[in-house]
């Protein structure tokens, strides 16, 4: 199915402030605009670098410029297509703090350095 990004904007908000993270960032969008995910095995499939937060949540992780940032999204797969929401993005070190915090499995729309 075909993949809907939302809040792609908080992307290029991101992508602005921190211009070294543009063209990875640039590369992800566009791989996830072509993708075709059935079930969440596929996520896997074209990233097969990210992560799934489990809990239930429906979060999945994925490491973009060569893990310097991470991108927390939640999907969701309808009945045609597949919604992607960006829930957080940051540098890796940030990242890794939500993590020791918990914070991972809730978070949203943080846009951290």
């Known amino acids: 199915m075909k993949v809907v990004l939302i809040t792609s904007r908080s992307l290029n908000i991101y992508a602005k402030k921190n211009s070294q993270s543009r063209i990875a960032l640039k590369n992800w969008m566009n791989k996830v605009q072509h993708a075709n995910w059935n079930t969440p095995h596929s996520i896997k499939e074209s990233f097969s670098n990210a992560d799934f937060l489990g809990k239930g949540t429906?979060?999945?992780?994925?490491?973009?410029?060569?893990?310097?940032?991470?991108m927390i999204c939640r999907y969701h797969f309808g009945k045609f297509r597949v919604f992607l929401y960006v829930k957080w993005i940051g540098s890796h070190d940030a990242y890794s703090r939500i993590c020791r915090s918990g914070k991972q499995y809730d978070v949203t729309i943080i846009h951290s350095k």
Request: aromatic share 16%; hydrophobic share 30%; proline share 0%.
């Open 58 to 70: 429906e979060r999945v992780v994925f490491n973009i410029g060569g893990n310097q940032y991470r």
